[in-house]
């Protein structure tokens, strides 16, 4: 496992992380959980990706089980805020009420004295940014939070931020977590790569098999209990188009070539980037998170020429279509 600095900054985490979203809590019990934790924790991960609303909180409740048995230096834990936790009007955004009440119904929820990552889980139009920078660094300065950041937020967002908090003297945030995979590329490339050099901060991916579709299981159709199959996730049919599922079975034939499953190559084509401190993964098994594991292996054989012929495929290299 390589461990990868959160851009400019001290901290190091695995270039393979877990995420919670979606499966603990919710779609798997609290033994199978476990297994996946500690199947990523024996695998090198150290990074352990929550928030708030994953599962109405169990998600967290879940981990925070399970990690207290993990010396708690040999982890990086995260969790976030701004969806609705409540039915009042104060129970959502990125007030400074909420992030405060959020964070510490958290941190309870997890069974830690702090976070080392806490993110904003979207951009809030409604708040003054000053006021999120200022209700972060008091989370930072009475050691709840080590680092914030941002997930979703725009370069300029992020910039602004970052001005503000330089001005005023605060730390500012210094990471942000965007949806980035093989089809959704063009903010991350655009925007984000370039916020991530200018202002040092890190980036960790989420969602690397694009809701399943890049693992290869819907090249044939939606399989029967698969999740895309799943009356609750019928929003997630709409990646599954037959242009993106032609494309994968083109994929499918690289990964075979490179002795690799379609899922490894996915996620060992994100790690491709510098700026990509780690990359979340999820799991509802055990089998794989070390499947997903082998995708640092299958990096090392992303050549040059098997890049351009991923590239070829995919057809939507924001950078081409610029200058096109």
């Known amino acids: ?58 998600a967290e409740i879940v981990m ?4 207290k048995n993990i010396k708690r230096t040999d982890l990086v834990i995260s969790s976030k805020v701004f969806w609705p936790t409540g039915p009042g009007p104060n129970d959502q955004g990125l007030s400074r009420k909420h ?25 809030d139009p409604e708040v003054p940014v000053e006021e999120v920078v200022r209700a972060m660094d008091d989370l930072v300065q009475q050691g709840k939070v080590l680092y914030w950041g941002t997930s979703e937020w725009r370069g300029g967002q992020i910039a602004h931020a970052v001005g503000l908090a330089r001005q005023w003297g605060l730390y500012p945030p210094a990471v942000e977590q965007p949806q980035y995979n093989m089809f959704h590329r063009q903010i991350v490339e655009t925007e984000l790569l370039e916020a991530a050099q200018q202002h040092g901060i890190g980036l960790v991916t989420w969602s690397p098999l694009a809701s399943g579709i890049l693992t290869g299981k819907y090249n044939d159709g939606v399989p029967e209990g698969s999740r895309m199959a799943d009356p609750d996730y019928a929003w997630l049919r709409e990646f599954v188009t037959e242009e993106r599922v032609a494309k994968v079975r083109q994929l499918t034939e690289i990964a075979r070539d490179l002795d690799a499953s379609m899922a490894q190559l996915a996620v060992a084509w994100l790690l491709r980037l510098p700026q990509v401190s780690s990359v979340i993964t999820g799991a509802s098994r055990a089998g794989q998170v070390r499947e997903n594991m082998k995708a640092i292996e299958v990096k090392e054989k992303l050549t040059s020429d098997v890049l351009v012929r991923i590239e070829a495929i995919l057809g939507n290299n924001p950078k081409a279509e610029a200058s096109a």
């Open 64 to 67: 925070g089980k399970v990690i």
């Open 99 to 123: 992030i405060m009440e959020s964070c510490h119904a958290s941190l309870k929820r997890l069974g830690l004295d702090y976070l080392d990552l806490y993110f904003c889980h979207r951009y």
């Open 1 to 58: 496992m390589e461990y990868r600095r959160l851009g400019q900054y001290g901290l190091k985490v695995s270039e393979l992380s877990l995420g919670a979203w979606v499966t603990f809590g919710g779609q798997v019990g609290e033994e199978v959980a476990r297994d996946c934790i500690m199947a990523a924790y024996e695998a090198g991960v150290n990074f352990f990706d929550n928030a708030d609303i994953y599962a109405d909180g169990k």
